[in-house]
Nanobody
Framework: QVQLVESGGGLVQAGGSLRLSCAVS????????VDWYRQPPGKQRELVAA???????SYADSVKGRFTISRDNAKNTVYLQMNSLKPEDTAVYYC??????????????WGQGTQVTVSS
């Protein structure tokens, strides 16, 4: 059974930083693309950052230059470093991984989400 567990959320003042982690566990053959999404209160979920298996990253315009997505393959963990946080970054943050389990086909998995609240 595959699990994605996010951590690192919390309450921070505007201008501060947080680092989110997403630990992937289970009978995993390979982790391909990984993404971070967020869902602000009352709004739809949106893509924040993406990282391909080849190491290419991309970001939403709203976070470019402030957020950095990375992964540690040895730990099966994905990170989102968030700097210069703004109140509009307040949301539940979710990681999503496209991965292959042993004997299975590629599919996407979601974590349960972690709350990030930025106070002004």
């Amino acid at each position: 059974q595959v699990q994605l567990v996010e951590s690192g959320g919390g309450l921070v003042q505007a201008g501060g930083s947080l680092r989110l982690s997403c630990a992937v566990s289970g009978s995993i053959f390979s982790i391909n693309a990984v993404d971070w999404y967020r869902q602000p209160p009352g709004k739809q979920r949106e893509l924040v950052a993406a990282l391909t298996s080849g190491g290419r990253s991309s970001y939403a315009d709203s976070v470019k230059g402030r957020f950095t997505i990375s992964r540690d393959n040895a730990k099966n963990t994905v990170y989102l470093q968030m700097n210069s946080l703004k109140p509009e970054d307040t949301a539940v943050y979710y990681c999503n991984a496209l991965l292959i389990v042993f004997g299975g086909a590629p599919r996407g998995y979601w974590g349960q989400g972690t709350q990030v609240t930025v106070s002004s």
